[in-house]
């Protein structure tokens, strides 16, 4: 994976470098504006991440020029602006995801994995599987080793979006946004009772579990072969 | 402290105005009643002359020259009081007949008007007589004088005049002592808020303006000023309360933070205590990130900008929603979660904030209420407009307390052993006062009934 980072506050560039590094990640470092520009315009990246406030030129001014000129890469905006409307506002220039600082690393590496994940789906797919588990996204069946499981509407979301994501960690504000489609901040974790309902409908009663928790990170639907 | 000077007062310099008005319209209605009383006079004495002159004339045409001495000498002798003045003179001006006795220097020759003035006449001789005649030029060089003493005349108008005179200066000096008085009034209202103020500036919040219970606009502007005062000390008030409370709020979790920090730091540690200890100050630093995140939340929301992103949406739709994403939790906790929204309800708003204050409300009541408990959400339309309402069977809250649970970072539960952060409620009435609706929180007997009115979509 390699990743270009437009970034002009130098402790975050110095933490976000090391940590994209640890997690194998190839990251490339622009701090300002035009120079971001200049690289991800000129090097083949997967993924750029981009601050909104940037000097020079402005991270949403860099995203509309490279897709104005038929770039397609992955672009995660940074923003200290939260508001729903700075989000609107940034995903319309071109961004493909949001993320509002302060952010835990944890939750931009989610993002980003999901981001180059995006990056490969191209044709729509109408059954979904991991292991023994099988989603039928035209009847909405779902299976696990051959066995029918019952799911309410909302859980079979959830599963779907999981699916979809299979082998990659995936944050709560991940699901409330994706699953949910509500931004919001929720005071007490009712995404894990989500979370354990599913798993009592696709875990408990077969030997291997497919889906984990990840500590101070999210879920993960993961085959453990 | 300096006193306003009545002199240069507002309410003076209209006093003053006031009194040129009113001293010009009196001046104005005075000369019209001279005019108009003194006038009369002068023409009723000229017409008197006139007749007189008729008569005269009347008897020269038909008798001549000796019918109209005969005439004067009777007149004269009828009259003792010489009211009425009469002289016939020759060419050189000696009195041929009458009561003159010589002709009046005023005037010698011609004909017409004239006034002048008469010594040793009439009954008070000390006293020098005016009068008013005509004169005429008669054939073979004669002249005739007709004329009135208009003595009393002149007293009158003199009468008339003072009285005229001294009514414009009483007017005048009413004008300007009611004025005076007025703006001394007014004055001293307006330095008492001046006082207050000034004080207010230099650090005395408790300070009112004082009210005198007349009801009158002075009244009225010293109790709006003193709500204001109210308000303000208020919202002073809370400001400081709230920072007290970030302060000691913040203080505790920092603290644990930095003695976990510290503890990790300890030489005799073991690499997985270290990363036990490490993870744990990382979450007590989300947890501090998310009330900070919180409180500039609240502010964001308090400000009203978010207003732009309103759109019509479905409050039913929503509290539906909520009320399947809070089920699992419900149900895991013992608790029955009904809701109760059959209609569309339509409001303008924004849907990610009204999703939170909910979610924030149904979130308490889960909190706070005990296994086998109900919860119960209800969209309703009310007569005023839409009305929300999460119900629940838990212990509820006091009603003195009622009105303290909006404010920032305050908790019923003061040993602070249920997790949460205070602030729930804060938000959740930002975001109803936001919405221009209100939030009241009811007794549920037994339990709590939170509503949320919305005024009818205007759309």
């Not at chain 2, 001495?69 to 009469?86: F, H, K, L, N, Q």
């Not at chain 2, 020759?109 to 006034?115: A, K, N, R, V």
């Not at chain 2, 300007?176 to 650090?203: C, F, H, K, P, Y």
């Amino acid at each position: 994976m390699r990743v270009l980072l437009i970034e002009d506050d130098q402790q975050v560039v110095s933490y976000l470098l090391k940590a994209l590094r640890e997690v194998g990640a190839v990251a490339d470092h622009a701090a300002d504006g035009k120079e971001g520009l200049f690289l991800a315009a000129g090097e083949p990246y997967d993924a750029l991440i981009v601050d909104r406030m940037l000097p020079k030129l402005d991270g949403l001014a860099i995203i509309r020029t490279l897709r104005a000129s038929g770039n397609e890469t992955p672009v995660l905006i940074l923003s200290a602006l939260g508001e729903v409307d700075d989000r609107v506002e940034g995903l319309r220039a071109g961004g493909d995801d949001y993320l509002v600082k302060p952010f835990a690393f944890s939750e931009l590496h989610a993002r980003l994995e999901a981001l180059l994940r995006r990056g490969s789906v191209s044709s729509p797919e109408t059954r979904l599987h991991i292991a023994d588990l099988e989603m039928d996204l035209l009847t909405r069946r779902v299976t696990r080793g051959g066995q029918e499981i019952q799911l309410q509407p909302r859980e079979f979301r959830l599963l779907e979006f999981l699916m979809r994501h299979a082998g990659q960690v995936v944050t709560r504000t991940m699901l409330l946004e994706n699953v949910w489609d509500y931004h919001f901040d929720p005071q007490t974790n009712v995404i894990d009772v989500h979370i354990s309902r599913l798993r009592a409908k696709i875990d408990k009663d077969f030997d291997s579990p497919l889906l984990h928790t990840v500590r101070g990170a999210g879920y993960v639907l993961r085959d453990q072969d | 402290m300096t006193k306003t000077n009545v002199l240069r007062s507002s309410t003076f310099r209209l006093a003053l105005l006031y009194m040129l008005l009113s001293g010009g319209s009196v001046v104005i209605l005075l000369g019209f009643i001279y005019w108009a009383t003194a006038g009369y006079m002068d023409r009723q004495t000229d017409a008197t002359i006139e007749a007189e002159i008729r008569g005269l004339a009347e008897q020269y045409r038909r008798r001549g020259l000796a019918g109209l001495s005969a005439i004067i000498a009777e007149r004269v002798t009828r009259d003792p009081s010489g009211a009425s003045v009469y002289l016939l003179a020759d060419d050189d001006l000696s009195p041929v007949v009458g009561n003159l006795s010589r002709w009046p220097d005023a005037e010698t020759t011609g004909e017409g008007w004239i006034d002048f003035r008469l010594r040793d006449w009439g009954q008070d001789k000390s006293e020098e007589h005016q009068a008013r005649a005509r004169t005429f030029l008669l054939h073979s060089n004669l002249r005739l004088l007709v004329g009135r003493d208009v003595r009393e005349l002149e007293a009158t108008r003199r009468l008339i005049v003072n009285a005229l005179a001294w009514g414009l200066a009483i007017t005048l000096a009413l004008a300007l002592g009611v004025g005076l008085t007025m703006s001394a009034g007014v004055t001293r209202r307006i330095d008492a808020i001046n006082q207050t103020s000034r004080e207010i500036m230099e650090g005395d919040l408790s300070r009112r303006v004082p009210t005198y219970g007349t009801g009158d606009d002075f009244d009225r502007l010293a109790d709006n000023l003193n709500r204001m005062l109210e308000r303000i000390e208020w919202l002073m008030e809370s400001v400081r309360q709230v920072s007290d409370n970030i302060a000691h709020d913040l203080r505790t979790p920092l603290t644990r933070l930095r003695t976990k920090l510290e503890l990790a730091r300890g030489p005799n540690e073991k690499p997985a205590q270290v990363r036990e200890a490490v993870d744990q100050a990382v979450e007590d630093a989300e947890e501090l990130l998310s009330t900070f995140n919180a409180l500039l939340r609240i502010a964001r929301i308090e400000s009203g900008s978010r207003r732009s992103a309103f759109r019509e949406l479905d409050l039913s739709r929503l509290l539906r929603d909520v009320a399947e994403f809070y089920e699992p939790l419900a149900s895991h906790k013992g608790q029955h979660l009904e809701v109760d929204a059959p209609h569309a309800l339509s409001v303008d708003g924004d849907r990610d904030l009204l999703f939170q204050a909910l979610a924030n409300l149904v979130d308490n009541a889960v909190k706070y209420t005990p296994r086998d408990g109900r919860i119960t959400l209800s969209a309703t339309t009310q007569n005023a407009g839409p009305q929300v309402a999460v119900a629940d069977t838990g212990p509820g809250i006091p009603a003195e307390t009622r009105e303290k649970v909006f404010q920032r970072f305050y908790r019923i539960d003061n040993s602070r052993t249920t997790p949460g952060s205070g602030l729930g409620l804060s938000l959740v009435q930002a975001v109803v006062q936001l919405h221009g609706a209100r939030i009241a929180i009811e007794d549920n007997h037994p339990g709590l009934r939170a509503v949320l009115r919305f005024r009818a979509s205007a759309g």
